[in-house]
């Protein structure tokens, strides 16, 4: 450990801005969160960025919206009269009973979704690496059933969340994943509380602990149980969460079960979340006016569908100044940013001890499968003891948690993995000022791999990821209901595994095809001839 | 003057958006005045009543202890493979702890598959299904599942617990009524906390008790008619239970689930891979036709030795479960080398069904010699569950009869047999359950394995 920064300026950064937010600290709050709240991130980490949709743009996708549901309606009643064949599901041998399903979903999965079916669940033949191989398939009745063909076709892959490129099937980490197999088998069909612990996870868990800086460490099968399985450990009736509006379905998942009260601030404004927690704290319980037991607040790292990086030091602040609890899901951080790798913690320079629960999954940068729960000893003693993963669903399988292992050492103690890092980063700055260059319209911050390009209107979505698809390049479109009705968008994911070659290619692509799509409507000021360094 | 015109024209033209605006105003009216009266009844503060506020505010802290001697902060290890045997803290004991009923855990060619797929797919899969994560094997995967099951699709999950948790909350949503049995697994419970839906638990196994809950929700629907209308009822039950280790009484519960208009929703977990001539579970026991079950849930973990769980039964069910299914969209797809291994698994289920015949075999056997040659212990489970659920046949307090259980284990681990005490979060179950021993039968013993275990049981309590 102990490696020389991959990126001298980010190390430098972020201590000189974590040293200003002690030094606030010392000084009282009212300096950091009531003053210029602006100060602490000046010039040194990128700023989120969401350029406001352009008024014609959101005029044309609530127009596009009508045409749909008018189209929608008149084939509903083309469908209903008989002229066009039904290929809907019914629901058989339940006449009578109460419908099982809303219209308006069934709706727009039949008139929407249907029609432009072809762009997702490709389905996959080779290793979701810097390329991926799909087998064909074609529709003969409009994307009501999918036919496969025998051929299959070779993409630049922007889909996976393959951040580290570990998703491999020959090197280090597979040869000792092959070894691991051979002499632990595949699956131990136990829970950890009974007979379920192997030796791997033992190893797993405290090389966990050491790449992460904290006491310790547990594994779980499953990222997003290891939210909603976790998270109703901790708090209970009584308790406050102060989520983030645009958290992932696990976290909301974990919300829900726990029975705690949940109040939601806006996407990573502190601001707004500090006027949540005043107020939770100065007015207490709803009717009893009694303080809250517990106030946990629950942030991600990078949110997957925006790009943006959580404000973590002003979060830290916040969660000190008034004594709440912080829970951080680094599923798309962890490995993916700051200078070893270590998330977002990492990225500004943060102490990891400072946030209470870190929380992450295997299945992005670590190509593996699973998640993880990090902290102090006695909270994940406590997790251990009381989490319902571990007392009832089964352990990690070994190869899976060797796989960790092999990655997990890679990043931490070998030139190649410090390479993946310095190439993660590389590839995401260019790739962004590329687009933004380009004149899209890209969320996000500039340091982070998730790169959403705004399309807006809806049945973009098909023409967008099938242009690229012809061009031979995957990506991932997403419409309603993962984003908001008028914010479509399609999304990359960059990856170490990325060359600057492919990366040429596919933004000469996006170009071009950005150009047909009208997809260029950005007004900021850009610099259009400025070369762009790889 | 001329726009304010113009807005009446524009209102008389599309009366059904004006209608809508004027809900709008209508509402924000409403939001304010709430508002209004919030911020009266929560006086406004001074700064420095909320600096003494926050002073004085000590939150509890975020977790208990633990003390140093809990179970599970001293797991026993296993290493190695498992199997017929499993080596426990370094030592070598016959396995009557985990779950894999078949004995499929430890198969060669299943590892040579693994391997294989390994070295095509790698680990992970890198995403969701929808985006990039659906391997061809999975799809294979799927179709197969259906075609074991005799149903119309099936629908993959990369975790056991997440299948049926994740499926009731997608079907049942806060207005509608679920009727389930008391003692259902914790699994599903967590879904129907997850619904939101008004749940009444009956008796365990007890019809009786359910058509007395219907008949009462009949009476509230008749009060109101209209609201009834759009009241989903749904049957939660397990195949095998997991708690206790009975068998449903299906014939019984698919009448009532007809008689009043019920879906019914069946957990397979123990089941699957058990009951029935080809491992069909409980509905081919029973000889049930498919069309009285509207979705069955069941783990991969258990009698097939992989990893993940599914959902299957009609396609209309499982193309929702796939747009709908939380912990089927946000989560990455099972590792595609854990697919190849429950494909190869359910290969060797259906080309020798001599296996599930083997394992119901013992489960009676172990039965048998438990009833009759247990001295301490008792089991109310199933002749042909191959969890057996042992408790004290005295009555105990509960803090005693775990130290004994716990005893009961670790001389047996010395004895070379592997056990476990069934393991469970007492605070968060819904019923309490007696401390007990959970005992897995599989198809790989012999006779005098089982005498062992007998043996060696009764050894135990002797020396309590
Ligand atoms: C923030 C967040 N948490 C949890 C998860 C779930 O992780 P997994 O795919 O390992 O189940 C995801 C995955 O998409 C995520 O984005």
């Given at each position: 450990m ?36 602006k ?47 039904v ?25 929407i ?11 996959l ?17 409009y994307?009501w059933t999918?036919?496969y ?17 570990f ?24 829970s ?19 790449f ?37 379905a ?19 404004d ?14 207490g319980q ?7 037991k517990?106030i ?7 949110y ?33 940013l700051?200078p ?36 102090k ?11 319902f ?7 990690m ?9 092999a ?6 103690s070998?030139?190649e ?47 967008f ?23 479509s968008?399609?999304r990359?994911?960059?990856s170490?595994a ?13 170009d ?15 610099n259009?001839?400025e070369?762009?360094?790889? | 003057?001329?726009s304010?015109?113009?807005y009446g ?10 209608a ?46 633990i003390?140093?001697?809990h ?15 499993i080596?426990?803290?370094g ?65 993959l ?9 994740s ?18 697994n ?21 019809p ?10 009949d ?32 014939r ?30 409980v ?8 069309s ?67 394992l ?38 509960r ?5 004994k259980l ?17 393991r ?41």
């Amino acid at each position: 450990m102990g490696r020389k920064a991959t990126d001298e300026r980010i190390i430098l950064d972020s201590s000189i801005q974590y040293q200003q937010q002690r030094q606030s600290e010392k000084n009282g709050f009212d300096e950091l969160s009531r003053g210029d709240l602006k100060y602490l991130r000046e010039g040194h980490f990128p700023e989120d960025d969401f350029e406001p949709i352009p008024w014609l743009m959101y005029y044309a996708t609530i127009f596009s919206y009508f045409v749909l549901y008018v189209f929608g309606t008149l084939r509903d009643v083309t469908r209903r009269l008989g002229l066009e064949k039904v290929r809907s599901q019914i629901e058989e041998h339940r006449k009578g009973y109460p419908a099982l399903y809303k219209s308006f979903d069934a709706f727009y999965t039949r008139n929407i979704y249907r029609p432009i079916r072809d762009c997702w669940n490709l389905p996959l033949l080779s290793v979701p690496g810097a390329t991926i191989t799909l087998r064909d398939r074609t529709s003969d009745n409009y994307n009501w059933t999918f036919r496969y063909l025998p051929t299959k076709t070779t993409y630049v892959n922007l889909g996976s969340y393959n951040y580290l490129g570990f998703a491999e099937n020959e090197g280090d980490c597979a040869d000792q994943v092959e070894k691991c197999l051979e002499s632990n088998g595949y699956s131990l069909c136990s829970s950890r509380h009974e007979l379920g612990t192997h030796a791997e996870h033992r190893e797993v868990e405290s090389i966990l602990a050491s790449f992460l800086g904290v006491d310790e460490a547990i594994v779980i099968g499953m990222g997003f149980a290891t939210n909603s399985t976790n998270i109703p450990t901790l708090v209970g009736p009584g308790c406050l969460i102060i989520s983030d509006e645009l958290n992932h379905a696990s976290l909301c998942l974990g919300c829900k079960l726990s029975g705690a009260v949940t109040r939601k601030f806006k996407h990573n404004d502190m601001r707004h979340l500090e006027k949540v927690l005043e107020r939770a704290v100065c007015y207490g319980q709803p009717k009893t006016q009694e303080p809250w037991k517990k106030i946990l607040i629950i942030v991600e790292g990078i949110y997957s569908m925006e790009g943006t990086i959580i404000d973590l030091p002003r979060v830290i602040a916040l969660k000190k100044k008034y004594k709440a609890y912080l829970y951080l899901d680094e599923a798309h951080s962890i490995g993916a940013l700051g200078p070893n790798g270590r998330g977002v913690v990492d990225y500004y320079g943060a102490d990891p001890n400072d946030v209470d629960l870190l929380m992450g999954t295997f299945t992005k940068s670590f190509g593996a499968a699973g998640g993880y729960i990090a902290g102090k000893r006695s909270l994940v003693n406590y997790i251990r003891a009381t989490s319902f993963s571990f007392a009832y669903a089964a352990s990690m399988a070994p190869p899976v948690a060797r796989q960790i292992i092999a990655s997990c050492r890679q990043i931490m103690s070998t030139s190649e993995g410090e390479q993946r890092l310095k190439t993660l980063a590389r590839n995401t700055r260019y790739f962004r000022k590329r687009l933004k260059q380009m004149g899209f319209i890209i969320y996000g911050n500039d340091d982070s791999p998730v790169v959403p390009l705004m399309l807006y209107l809806p049945s973009k979505i098909a023409a967008f990821v099938r242009d690229l698809m012809d061009e031979k390049i995957a990506t991932v479109g997403v419409g309603y209901p993962a984003t908001p009705l008028t914010e479509s968008r399609v999304r990359f994911c960059l990856s170490a595994a990325h060359t600057r070659e492919m990366l040429d290619m596919t933004l000469e692509c996006i170009d071009k095809v950005g150009d047909r799509l009208h997809l260029k409507q950005s007004v900021r000021n850009r610099n259009t001839s400025e070369e762009i360094l790889y | 003057m001329e726009s304010l015109m113009e807005y009446g024209e524009y209102i008389y033209s599309v009366p059904s958006k004006f209608a809508f605006e004027l809900s709008l105003v209508a509402f924000a009216v409403w939001m304010w005045k709430k508002n209004l009266a919030e911020s009266n009844s929560t006086r406004k503060m001074t700064d420095q009543e909320k600096a003494q506020i926050l002073a004085n505010f000590t939150p509890e802290p975020l977790c208990d202890d633990i003390p140093e001697d809990h179970y599970a902060l001293n797991p026993r290890i296993v290493s190695g493979r498992i199997g017929k045997r499993i080596t426990v803290n370094g030592k070598d004991c016959l396995n009557m702890a985990t779950n894999n009923f078949l004995g499929l855990s430890d198969r060669p060619d299943s590892n040579e598959k693994a391997t294989k797929a390994l070295r095509n797919y790698g680990v992970g899969s890198c995403g969701p299904r929808g985006f990039y994560g659906t391997a061809d094997v999975h799809l294979e995967l799927e179709s197969r599942l259906a075609k074991f099951m005799g149903v119309e699709e099936a629908c993959l999950y990369s975790y056991g617990f997440s299948a049926i948790s994740s499926a009731i909350p997608s079907y049942s949503k806060n207005h509608d009524v679920i009727f389930a049995d008391e003692q259902v697994n914790f699994a599903i419970q967590q879904g129907i906390t997850g619904s939101r839906s008004t749940v009444y638990y009956f008796k365990h196994n007890d019809p009786n008790d359910l058509e007395r809950l219907l008949r009462a929700q009949d009476e509230r629907d008749r009060k109101d008619p209209k609201k009834a209308k759009n009241v989903r009822r749904f049957l939660i039950i397990e195949g095998i239970y997991m708690n206790t280790g009975t068998l449903v009484n299906l014939r019984e519960i698919v009448k009532l689930r007809a008689k009043y208009k019920c879906r019914l929703f069946l957990d397979e977990t123990i089941s699957f891979g058990v009951l029935g001539a080809t491992g069909k579970g409980v509905r081919e026991h029973f000889g049930v036709p498919n069309s009285e079950i509207d979705l069955i849930a069941s783990t991969l973990e258990h009698s097939i030795s992989s990893y993940g769980g599914f959902l299957c039964g009609s396609s209309f069910l499982m193309e929702h479960q796939r747009l709908c299914g939380l912990a089927y969209c946000f989560s990455a797809s099972l590792p595609p080398l854990q697919a190849v291994v429950t494909l190869t698994h359910l290969d060797v289920v259906s080309e020798d069904p001599e296996i599930m015949e083997k394992l119901r075999e013992n489960c009676k056997k172990m039965q048998n010699m438990l009833m009759e040659g247990l001295t301490h212990l008792r089991t109310d489970s199933h002749p042909l569950s191959p969890v057996k659920v042992l408790v004290l046949s005295e009555a105990e307090d509960r803090v005693v009869a775990e130290e004994k259980l716990n005893a009961i284990v670790t001389f047996a681990e010395n004895h070379g047999v592997a056990l476990t005490v069934f393991r469970r979060l007492p605070k968060e179950e819904l019923l309490e359950h007696p401390p007990s021993i959970k005992l897995t039968v599989s198809s790989l013993l012999t006779e005098s394995d089982m005498k062992s275990v007998v043996e060696v049981l009764n050894e135990a309590c002797s020396q309590l």
